[in-house]
């Protein structure tokens, strides 16, 4: 218990997240394996007929084919494509100057879909946010200028993403120079990821989320 606990608490410092994917699936441009640990600012892509699961304690997020994501501690950044988040610690979304947020910490099942400029939210469980910041990227951080919209569970809405919101390329390769990339720290980190993970998502027989998300 002691262990698990100091593990648990590690992975709550850096941040970090448990990647499931198959084949083709590219982290900070490299091929990335079954299972692989990741960190913030790192940048997901799932090419055709590839996809994968992100997995942290009380949240999953399934990135759907040909999606672009960038990883954060408390949400993703999406550039393109489509992602499936299940949460009960409201991890959100963000593309470009719009954020998609859960109304509650209650266990919440919601879509986002961002194709040719038009980002669509589907409320699949409880009811999400949908706030358009009117400046720069740097106001959506920090919650400025916002106009908020609610999206009911069973509804869609759809918003015209007019601020540019293109994920930055990380400059660092996964694990590169990070004291993560130690053996002696990464290696228990994984594992204990992978214990969080499933006390927080293990405790319903339904499937977290659809494997190809609604649109």
Not at 84 to 90: D, F, G, H, I
Not at 96 to 113: F, L
Not at 127 to 147: E, F, L, R, W
């Amino acid at each position: 218990m002691p262990v698990i606990l100091s593990v648990s608490l590690l992975a709550d410092d850096t941040g970090a997240a448990m990647l499931h994917s198959n084949n083709g699936v590219l982290v900070n441009k490299s091929p990335a394996p079954a299972s692989l640990a990741i960190f913030p600012d790192d940048l997901i892509e799932t090419p055709k007929d590839a996809a994968a699961r992100i997995e942290l304690s009380g949240s999953a997020a399934d990135i759907n084919t040909e999606t672009v994501v960038q990883y954060e501690a408390e949400e993703l950044v999406l550039d393109h494509g489509t992602v499936s988040v299940n949460t009960s610690r409201a991890f959100r979304v963000r593309v470009g100057c719009i954020t998609v947020t859960p109304v509650n910490s209650d266990w919440t099942q919601y879509d986002v879909t961002d194709l040719d400029g038009k980002v669509t939210v589907s409320a699949l469980k409880n009811d999400v946010y949908i706030d358009t910041h009117s400046k720069s990227p740097q106001d959506v951080k920090h919650g400025a200028n916002k106009n908020r919209d609610i999206v009911r569970e069973s509804e869609r809405k759809s918003r015209e993403e007019k601020c540019a919101g293109a994920v930055p390329q990380p400059d660092h390769l996964a694990g590169a120079g990070a004291i993560m990339n130690s053996p002696y720290v990464k290696w228990p980190t994984v594992a204990g990821i992978g214990a969080i993970a499933c006390l927080g998502l293990c405790h319903d027989d339904d499937p977290i989320s659809p494997s190809k998300p609604t649109k």
